[in-house]
């Protein structure tokens, strides 16, 4: 069954550094979104993508975020430069249409 | 702005037993609501979709369902095994955009 896919699934980093999340959505999908948990919070939107670019954004998706569509399978999450609120749980996620949104296992960011 | 509350928090329940999970939303404009399972440290993965269109949705032992007046939907679990316990999030997407809006999830545990 296809799935999407998140590397990698535990990235470390200084505060200040930039760090890149990465995705591979299901191949046939056209919509692409990431999200976030905080440790013992709730899962939020980040970012919305479609016919390459941001279709929608939270508050959150400040200038210190950005995405990417660099080539026809990835879909990446830049971070510029990293806070210690930003460590949390990245979900990236895919849809072919406004239905069911399939996420990927994560990638849990750990700024220190 | 769309919120998403689920009752009861955490629920222990003894294997075999049948239990309702339940989730509420303040914005009736909903799309479609999904049904997601996560385990401990782990992705989101989707258990049912219902459509606005209709009420119910089933797969297995689970049957989910959804009042868009009340804004109330369910998820119903039929003889509980311990591999069910896990969080179960519910998720709804709007009419108007293309993410998300997550409740708080209810942890299930079912004892052996």
């Known amino acids: 069954e296809p799935e999407v896919t998140q590397t990698p699934s535990h990235q470390v980093t200084q505060m200040g550094q930039e760090v890149i999340l990465r995705c591979v959505p299901i191949s046939n999908h056209l919509y692409f979104y990431w999200y976030r948990q905080i440790l013992g919070q709730k899962v939020e939107f980040l970012v919305s993508?479609?016919?390459?670019?941001?279709?929608?954004k939270s508050e959150i998706f400040d200038d210190q975020f950005s995405v990417e569509r660099p080539d026809g399978s990835n879909f990446t999450l830049k971070i510029r430069s990293t806070k210690l609120e930003d460590s949390a749980m990245y979900f990236c996620a895919s849809s072919l249409a406004k239905n069911i949104q399939y996420f990927g296992a994560g990638t849990r960011l750990s700024v220190l | 702005k769309q919120e998403v509350t689920q009752i009861p928090a955490a629920l222990s329940v003894p294997e075999g037993e049948n239990l309702v999970l339940n989730c509420s939303f303040t914005?009736?404009?909903?799309?479609?609501l999904q049904w997601f399972r996560q385990d401990p440290g782990k992705g989101l993965t989707s258990l049912l979709l219902i459509q606005s269109s209709q009420r119910e949705q089933t797969s297995g032992r689970l049957n989910a369902s959804l009042d868009k007046s009340s804004g109330r939907s369910t998820l119903y679990i039929a003889a509980s095994q311990p591999g069910d316990s896990a969080t179960y999030l519910c998720a709804g997407l709007m009419e108007y955009g293309n993410k998300l809006v997550f409740g708080a999830g209810t942890i299930l545990r079912v004892k052996s």
């Open positions: 993508f479609y016919n390459n670019e941001i279709s929608e």
């Open positions: 914005d009736s404009a909903i799309y479609n």
